[in-house]
T-cell receptor
Framework: DTAVSQTPKYLVTQMGNDKSIKCEQN?????MYWYKQDSKKFLKIMFS???????INETVPNRFSPKSPDKAHLNLHINSLELGDSAVYFC??????????????????FGEGSRLTVL | DAKTTQPTSMDCAEGRAANLPCNHS???????VYWYRQIHSQGPQYIIH?????ETNEMASLIITEDRKSSTLILPHATLRDTAVYYC?????????????WGAGTKLIIKP
């Protein structure tokens, strides 16, 4: 069974459209993340949710809206897509937030990525 | 901004130890060093992490210098499957949360 699964894996769309990427984890983790990997391969965190509550919200255009219906799911909706949104988006999960309660584990479990191409 | 610097790329012969260096000269006393790798077209995979002491697990060893300004990831017997981009990452406390600050990574190519 896939631990962290994202759909779709590939998404090609026109500028101005609205699209969603879905993520599900079956690891029983409390914390989920969205990362963006640009063409230079840098990974940057966008959002993090802990038990359905937003805990990290980096400087991301408000066209990006995460939604966590339950702690096993974190979806990403993008409005009015722009050329610069083209990237690979990774969903990840961890048992708890980084550094929570003095815990040190940093292991994030990543999905396979969703490659978004905006034309 | 990334808190680590790594070589852009490295080669290693199959069966030999691969030693991947990382500089993190501005690391703070309570910031951990993590290593992940990303095999082509896959999501990143956790390898190991440490604070001060050297660490070893089934995948690799992590050697951290005494001043903590640099570290080395060691893959003891590299195989072709170890070809990937290896990221050295610092976990920093930012905006009221701990976050992993990713750098550009080292592309490691294992040659037969």
């Amino acid at each position: 069974d896939t631990a962290v699964s994202q759909t779709p894996k590939y998404l090609v769309t026109q500028m101005g459209n609205d699209k969603s990427i879905k993520c599900e984890q079956n690891l029983g983790h409390d914390t989920m993340y969205w990362y963006k990997q640009d063409s230079k391969k840098f990974l940057k965190i966008m959002f993090s949710y802990n038990n359905k509550e937003l805990i990290i919200n980096e400087t991301v255009p408000n066209r990006f809206s995460p939604k966590s219906p339950d702690k096993a799911h974190l979806n990403l909706h993008i409005n009015s897509l722009e050329l610069g949104d083209s990237a690979v988006y990774f969903c990840a999960s961890s048992p708890y937030p980084q550094g929570a309660g003095g815990k040190t584990t940093g292991e994030l479990f990543f999905g396979e990525g969703s490659r978004l191409t905006v034309l | 901004d990334a808190k680590t610097t790594q070589p852009t790329s490295m080669d290693c012969a199959e069966g030999r130890a691969a030693n991947l260096p990382c500089n993190h000269s501005t690391i703070s006393g309570n910031e951990y060093v993590y290593w992940y790798r990303q095999i082509h077209s896959q999501g990143p995979q956790y390898i190991i992490h440490g604070l001060k002491n050297n660490e070893t697990n089934e995948m690799a060893s992590l050697i951290i210098t005494e001043d903590r300004k640099s570290s080395t990831l060691i893959l003891p017997h590299a195989t072709l499957r170890d070809t990937a981009v290896y990221y050295c990452i610092v976990r920093a406390y930012m905006d009221s949360n701990y976050q992993l600050i990713w750098g550009a990574g080292t592309k490691l190519i294992i040659k037969p």
